[in-house]
C-alpha cells in the first residue's frame, strides 16, 4: 500500500524567505503526486500535481515542487514566502490501491510565517 | 460559483443523535468522496462513490451511510454520535476513478457534546 511522510510537523520562516517542505511517498510504481493548501478554517486548494513529464512542476501561487524518482521525494518550494502563506500543507499521493484508486495524505506540515 | 459545496459549514449536536451532511458538485464530475480530519489534520478517505455506485469502503462504523441520489449529490449520514466522531468532514469529487485530480469542498465542522 502506497504511503506519505512529512517529516516536517512545523515550520516558521521569515516572510522574502525561501521555503522548502519535504515530501516522501512509499509506492511500488510511479504514482501520481500532489500538494494541497489548507488556510485555517478553509477547504483544501490543489497547489500543484504531478503525473508524468518534467520532474519540476509549477503550480498557483510561486509555488514549485519537483518529482525526484530516486529519493522517492517531491518537495515543495517557493523562493519568496509571504505572510499570506501560513497555512497547513498536504502532500498527496494518488494510486490503485486494493482495486481502486485513492488519494494518501501525509500528516501535514504547518506553515508559520514571521513578518 | 462554487464547485464542491457542503452543508452544513458547522454542525453542534449531543452524543446518540443523528445527523447529515450534504454534498453538491457542480463540475460534472463522475466521482465524489468523502474524507475525515481528525484533531491531527490527518486526512483519510471514508467512501468514494462513481456514478452513484460505492466504490471505495473504507474501514468506517455503519453507523456511517453515504447516500448518493444522483452523481452531483452525495450525502453523509451518521446514527448514534460519538465522541470520537467529531472532525472535519470533507467532500471532494473528480472527473474520474483515475487519477483525476480531486478538489475538496470547505468542510464541515462537526463537535459532538
Known amino acids: 500500500a502506497q504511503s506519505v511522510t512529512q517529516p516536517d510537523i512545523h515550520i516558521t520562516v521569515s516572510e522574502g524567505a525561501s521555503l522548502e517542505l519535504r515530501c516522501n511517498y512509499s509506492?511500488?510504481?510511479?504514482?501520481?503526486l500532489f500538494w494541497y493548501v489548507q488556510s485555517p478554517g478553509q477547504g483544501l486548494q490543489l497547489l500543484l500535481k504531478y503525473f508524468s513529464g518534467d520532474t519540476l512542476v509549477q503550480g498557483i501561487k510561486g509555488f514549485e515542487a519537483e518529482f525526484k524518482r530516486s529519493q522517492s521525494s517531491f518537495n515543495l518550494r517557493k523562493p519568496s514566502v509571504h505572510w499570506s502563506d501560513a497555512a497547513e500543507y498536504f502532500c498527496a499521493v494518488g494510486a490503485t490501491g486494493a482495486g481502486s484508486y485513492q488519494l494518501t495524505f501525509g500528516k501535514g506540515t504547518k506553515l508559520s510565517v514571521i513578518p | 460559483d462554487t464547485a464542491v459545496s457542503q452543508t452544513p459549514k458547522y454542525l453542534v449536536t449531543q452524543m446518540g443523535n443523528d445527523k447529515s451532511i450534504k454534498c453538491e458538485q457542480n463540475?460534472?464530475?463522475?466521482?465524489m468522496y468523502w474524507y475525515k480530519q481528525d484533531s491531527k489534520k490527518f486526512l483519510k478517505i471514508m467512501f468514494s462513490y462513481n456514478n452513484k455506485e460505492l466504490i471505495i469502503n473504507e474501514t468506517v462504523p455503519n453507523r456511517f451511510s453515504p447516500k448518493s441520489p444522483d452523481k452531483a449529490h452525495l450525502n453523509l449520514h451518521i446514527n448514534s454520535l460519538e465522541l470520537g466522531d467529531s472532525a472535519v468532514y470533507f467532500c471532494a469529487s473528480s472527473q474520474a476513478t483515475g487519477q483525476e485530480t480531486q478538489y475538496f469542498g470547505p468542510g464541515t465542522r462537526l463537535l459532538v457534546l
Open positions: 463540475l460534472g464530475h463522475d466521482t
Open positions: 509506492y511500488g510504481a510511479t504514482p501520481y
